[in-house]
């Protein structure tokens, strides 16, 4: 569930506007979902985003799509074990990924 998901949730709980009651008040709950931080997507090249996109359809899990790697391309295993790039891999599998903007000259 994203930040977006639990504010419509919080929005059509039920409630009850007493002064002395036990019920939690919606407008304080909502104030405080709204100031949750939502992590940002990993950015990866398009390369990377295709590969993911072509394991996930082929029914990979990630240690799969992360052990083929090496196997079948070598511009994406360059990459794959430079600085944190392994674990940028797997935070885009698991939390999804924006792929990185390319400029045309």
């Known amino acids: 569930m994203n930040k ?11 409630y009850e506007n007493y002064k002395y009651s036990p019920y939690v ?3 304080s709950v909502l104030r405080l979902v709204s100031q949750l931080d ?3 997507k990993p950015v990866v090249p398009q ?5 993911i996109e ?6 990979f899990h990630l240690f799969g799509a992360m052990e083929a790697i090496s196997l079948n391309q070598k511009k994406l295993d360059y990459w794959f074990r ?5 674990e940028l891999f797997a935070r885009a599998w698991l939390d999804g990924y ?3 903007k390319r400029y045309l000259v």
């Open 38 to 40: 939502e992590p940002q």
């Open 54 to 59: 072509e394991c996930k359809n082929d029914d």
């Open 82 to 86: 430079e600085d944190d790039n392994m």
């Open 25 to 27: 008040e919606r407008k």
């Open 47 to 51: 390369f990377v985003a295709d590969w």
């Open 4 to 14: 977006q998901e639990l504010i419509e949730k919080v929005t059509r709980l039920p």
């Open 98 to 100: 924006e792929k990185e």
